[in-house]
């Protein structure tokens, strides 16, 4: 590539990225209205936290020469489906379940897959609901389909899965296998406690659907 090559490039992802951005704003609105009217009408808050990102030109670029999708941005849009993410943090493993089904619903929303650890958690204990799916922006030039992947956990999920996210870059993925064995134990740890928490919560509310409408 020359300079010059390299710089139209990057204008052009810079370009693509700002639709990802888009596409994170309009599912940031849709949880939102999730969350405020279920608080509205039920006067209890299922999502604790709605983030979300968008990979930078650099660490797209990155993961494109890891997975060997090159630069053609057709493919990167096909196969690369966490350029644009969001995170969900609920209170209960429920309330994951109830969000995630109730976005999914959702007309324009298109679910291409859906990886459940929660019900069939990493060997490393790692839990979450990951979703990819699509949904429209309308630019200028009309409508577009996004792609984003949606993870959705409780706060104790949450709270796990950062410290081993930091562990894991601390040790360069090469983590001491007593550690290992101490985050799979911490792991089992919040499963119990987000069990506990949630019959608590039952018992507090009279009833399991604390999500039904
Ligand atoms: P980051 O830094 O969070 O963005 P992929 O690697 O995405 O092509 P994969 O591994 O099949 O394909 O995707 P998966 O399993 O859906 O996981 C994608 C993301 O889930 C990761 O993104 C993490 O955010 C999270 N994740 C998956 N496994 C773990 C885990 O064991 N521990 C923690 N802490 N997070 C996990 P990235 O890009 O790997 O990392």
């Known amino acids: 590539f020359t300079g010059q090559e390299l710089e139209a490039l990057r204008r052009s992802l810079q370009g693509m990225l700002l639709e990802y951005k888009f596409a994170t704003r309009e599912v940031e609105t849709k949880l939102a209205v999730l969350r405020d009217e279920f608080k509205q009408l039920h006067d209890y808050n299922p999502i604790e936290h709605i983030s979300t990102r968008v990979k930078t030109v650099d660490s797209l670029l990155n993961k494109a020469e890891r997975k060997g999708v090159g630069l053609d941005l057709p493919r990167i849009r096909r196969e690369i489906t966490d350029i644009a993410g969001a995170r969900v943090t609920c209170s209960f493993v429920t309330d994951v379940y109830r969000t995630f089904d109730l976005l999914a619903a959702q007309d324009d929303i298109t679910l291409l897959e859906v990886k459940d650890y929660i019900a069939h958690p990493k060997p490393n204990g790692y839990k979450s609901l990951h979703a990819i799916i699509t949904l429209p922006i309308y630019l ?9 992947e949606i993870q959705l956990r409780t706060i104790a999920m949450d709270f796990w899965a950062s410290l081993e996210h930091k562990i894991h870059y601390k040790y360069d993925g090469d983590v001491p296998s007593g550690m290992l064995a101490e985050l799979k134990d911490a792991a089992d740890t919040a499963a119990e406690l987000d069990q506990r928490m949630e019959r608590l919560h039952r ?6 659907g604390i999500l039904t409408a």
């Open 140 to 148: 200028s030039s009309g409508r577009r389909d996004v792609t984003l």
């Open 203 to 208: 018992e507090l509310h009279g009833g399991p």
